[in-house]
């Protein structure tokens, strides 16, 4: 998988019983959920919990976010009492969470996670959550807590080991197919899932349904085990109880709808097969999970599981009403015009629709210019599949909302709308602007078919112009080819890179430049802001406080003989960000798509095909 970055992280404590931000965008708040707001505000020597109600699970370590009041000596033990009087071990501890910038993520970066100390300071940027962790004893069941004379209603929920052991025909399998557990690329997809205490337990449903939770030879968790996922003994509390949490949960509703619940563990830990032209190079597919990533919405459903003022079969309709208002496809523009039709002359577009149910269903997109009935072709269970789409005939030269059609998802009776670039672009003088180049699809963007505007850094931003003739006053100046080069068309295309002045330590910036059909190309240059001159025939660069440039003369060979160009570009900068036009691109597409552009234009002659 090509590195990418995402810059931001949502950091989740919903496993705190706060909720979290669901948005990689948004400054992190731990404690701004609906939950979060129903808690109370500490005052003098209380501790609170955070959120409204307290869920504990049996023999398993609790750890709550908890606000304090003014006159709490943090430094000191914290002295709790069941209500039959027994005093259980307890710690005050803050967590700090800092966001991360992670290469490569597919799902939101975990964040770097740690437990600080009376004496330890906090980083600049990290958010930080007082969490208060108790060892409750089995026994305790039904009691309450007493923190600093404040008694806390506990609600208890037997855990997956109790579970098991009292019902033997639960099943705790994985809703994911053992041929894409068992695929690389899957777990590096879904390593951020992992390393994050918060999500852990949507890695662990993936991977066994929850089934190592109901093993364990003590039911109290060890702080000082070895062995654990995570180094500090508390944030492996931290995890094993949101692990249990969501285990109780879906055990439960096994219990009482065992349908729903198959359902919905399937949609938690949703993993689609991309295939063909979505899929690898080769041809063999690609798994990646497709999780719902809104930390609210999932807090909220496994805390209306736990409810115990909910009878079962309203906990049923709880996660089927949740099934229902997820998405049952997605529909996105992958290549605009990736090859020319032998007979017509047209553009091919590719296009592709992912049906995330559990059932088969035909897809098929409808154009808004279509002269007959779209095709349906059958799309599998949680799989995405390819389809091309026949564009204008190549004598058409047209501006940018010209060139565009309306076209239609459509997988089952779920349909989306979008637009494709089917028409050859016309550049006229003085040039053809380009851009911008946007960030490679996050799980969560995709999910949403481009339903949010993309915002692009200012600092970071990327566009480019084609023309023909001399370069414009500014750009880089130099040679137009060599007598060894290949013959040139004229044509230049000028890329500008901005990046922050001063310099960002990582990987070495780069854009690629893709000249003809995809899959087929004529030529790919690629070109950094450290190239010498001469270092790629008919490139030249420029390096300048806050920006780098360069210009590439295009050979003539990459012009097809009725004056269109296919291009696409794609830009890797210092922080790791990978990025592309003329459309995002996923993690793992090996090149990007290709907008049709007719050189015709220039002069007012586009060529005509018969």
Known sequence: MRPRAIAVVAVCAGMLG?????????????????????????????????????DVITGVRSVVAVTIGPEVDTKQPVVVKLDDGRSPPALLRRIEITPEVDIGSWAPPAGVWRVLGPADVQREGAAVVWVLAVDLPPDGLGQGLWVNGKRWELNWAASPEMLAAQHPELRWESPVKPEARASPMLAKLVEPDRLSPARRWRYRLAMDGLRSLTGREASIVDATSAGTAFEDPLLESLAEETDARWAAALANLRLTNPDVARRLAARLALVVEFTGALGRRDGSAIHAPAWVADQDDLERLVSDLLDPNLPAKRRAARASAWLEAQAPGVGWVVDDARAGDAVSGASLSTVGIANLTEVSTLGWVALDRASQAPGMTPVGAAAARAFTLPGERAATAAAYAEAQHKLTFHAGSWKSAGTVMSGRLGVMPPGLTIGPLLPDWTMADWAGASKRPMVVEAEWATAAMLFKGPPPVGTAAGARGSADGPALSGWTLYIECRRPVGGVEGPQEFIRVWLGPTGRSRLVVRAGPEDAEGTSPGVHVVREAGRWALRFDIPGSCIEPDGTLRLGLERGDA????SAWPRRMLPWQSEPGRLAIDTGAWSGISAERE
């Open 575 to 578: 922080r790791g960000v990978h």
């Open 18 to 54: 706060a909720g979290c931000g669901g948005a990689a965008e948004r400054p992190v708040k731990l404690l701004d959920s609906p939950a979060a707001r129903a808690g109370a505000v500490a005052q003098g020597r209380e501790i609170l919990p955070v959120a409204a109600r307290v």
